[in-house]
């Protein structure tokens, strides 16, 4: 037979891209597949591959389900625009619990208790709620995937509260959030964690002294206001950091410090200060939901809360067995995810507010690079779009 020519072969490709999931569909059905899952993440690149391989693949070969995968980078907004059309995903998963929250009141979420036993993990990761016209209280979401922080990585000498560092403030849409987390982290250990949980709840204003002290702080930490710091503002924040230049960032930056022969420090031995006598690490997840309570989309989440299936790092489910087969570090990192006695875990506190309230205060950090004479007018700022928000409920912090 004759071989098609470039040309011809460059047409085909096209059709088949166009028509690909229409002719995927219609194949694995006539081979006796059950049915789709439509899923909204925001990993892409290795983060995407490393899901599909390891998690997607295997429940389709398990179940015969068909997992259609949209990711995207700006994935609040992508949602927002599906919600309003009225074309959600069935599974989404978010970064944090806070929008999933709001949805949750929205009565856009459906329960998951029923799939899952959601005693196998701590309350910060599936906690109860309520909401309107569901009697009682239900957990709407489980960890896909959790991360830990409060970490200052470093290759070399171990790092001091006056090194130069190494610092990136870009990230699309969500960019400035690499500031979100230095605040947070001062508030956490300069005041402490009862503290810190109730200004993530909306019960400590964002002009209390305490607040703006851990503001100021960063501030002089980094060099707000100085002109070598305006650089940071559209600089990557998974830039590449130069010798000798520590980096405040989580545990997702492992690889990259470890290529370096770095390793990382509580945040606390850095932090000129810090108050509390407990150390306490801060924490984030990916969080799965359910929007369409189709059948697959139930499979689907009963999937990811098997202790077996191989979830992207760091599990949260108790009964996942340890992850020994990682390196050192990455032992370590699980181990304190997972509860050391004494070190309490409270969540990212931005990924617990509303939508609005977090991308404000995203925006606000970059301006106090900028300008932090203008510290007094962003925090008023903030306190005005707390109230109009609301506060929540959500256990923000593990206390032993």
Known sequence: MRRPRPRTLGILCACLVLLGPAVVAEVRGAAGWRGSVTLLAGWSGEEREQFEEHVVEPFERTHRIDVVYQGSSALSQVLAADMAAGNP?????????????????????????????????????????????????????????????????????????????????ESGATSGWPGTDWVEDVLLHQAGPRTYEKWARGELDWTDPAVRRAWTTWGELVGAGEEHVRPALTTAF?????????????????????????????????????????????????????????EEGRQLIRYLADPDTALPEHRANEEAAPEGDRDATRRRIAGILRGARGQPRCWDASDTMSRALRDAFHLAVLRHLVDPAELDVQLRRLQRLQQLSGGHDLPVCSHD
């Open 238 to 294: 998974g830039k590449e950091c130069p010798a000798g230049s520590p980096e405040h960032q989580g545990a997702f930056r492992t690889d990259h410090w470890r290529r370096k022969g770095g390793d990382f420090v509580h945040f606390s031995e850095v932090l000129g200060g810090a108050g509390p006598r407990t150390r306490a690490w801060s924490v984030s997840g990916d969080l799965a939901a359910l929007v369409n309570p189709t």
């Open 89 to 169: 995903p069935d599974v989404v998963i978010l970064p944090g619990p806070g929008e999933l929250l709001s949805y949750a009141r929205d009565g856009r979420l459906h329960p998951v208790d029923d799939l899952f036993d959601a005693g196998h993990y701590d309350d910060i990761w599936v906690p109860e709620v309520s909401a309107p016209g569901r009697p009682g209280r239900h957990a709407f979401w489980l960890p896909v995937k959790t991360g830990l922080k409060s970490m200052v990585w470093y290759a070399g000498e171990r790092p001091a509260a006056g090194a130069g560092w190494c610092l990136g403030m």
